[in-house]
């Protein structure tokens, strides 16, 4: 598993701050008074624990036939075959919606038929993304 350990600490303590500032709101004994249905509360802290526990998986996995790009809501698969290159480019991704970062960068998988497919989920600084775009094409076997 190739995986962005700062990327995965921030979004996983914004999360936590989530779920903890909610978990306080909900036990606060002066909004007892108002007429808001539980269900809210358990619905939220639910999707936010879903994701808490989908935190260990979030990365790109490389198997033996497959490369599997896990985000935090679903799981891409592409063959191994498809895969052409792997390279990094300036981040852009949930983070900074429609810009692009000058500072961080994020991996993406060039596919056979020409599609570029974005890996925001493994990104970092210049050179950590540099060295896990090398341990990618090394598991890929692929030309440094």
């Known amino acids: 598993m190739i995986r962005a350990p700062g990327y995965l600490a921030l979004c996983v303590g914004v999360q936590l701050a989530f779920l903890l500032v909610s978990i306080g709101a909900f036990l606060d004994p002066a909004l ?5 249905p539980d269900w809210m509360f358990w619905a939220w802290a639910g999707a936010l624990a879903g994701l808490l526990l989908r935190a ?16 935090w809501v679903r799981t891409r698969t592409y063959l191994l ?3 052409k290159t792997v390279a990094s480019q300036s981040y ?9 970062s000058k ?7 060039k ?4 599609r570029i497919v974005d890996v925001p989920e493994v990104t970092g ?6 060295d896990r ?3 990618a094409r090394s598991r890929l076997d692929m030309d440094l």
């Open 56 to 71: 260990p998986f979030v990365g790109l996995r490389i198997t033996d036939d497959r490369v599997m790009r896990r985000g």
């Open 133 to 135: 775009v090398a341990v």
């Open 32 to 36: 007892d008074d108002t007429r808001d």
């Open 111 to 114: 596919l056979s038929n020409g």
């Open 92 to 100: 852009s991704g949930n983070l900074n919606r429609g810009s692009r």
């Open 125 to 130: 600084r210049k050179r950590t993304t540099l």
């Open 81 to 83: 075959g498809d895969v």
């Open 103 to 109: 500072r961080f960068r994020m991996l993406y998988l």
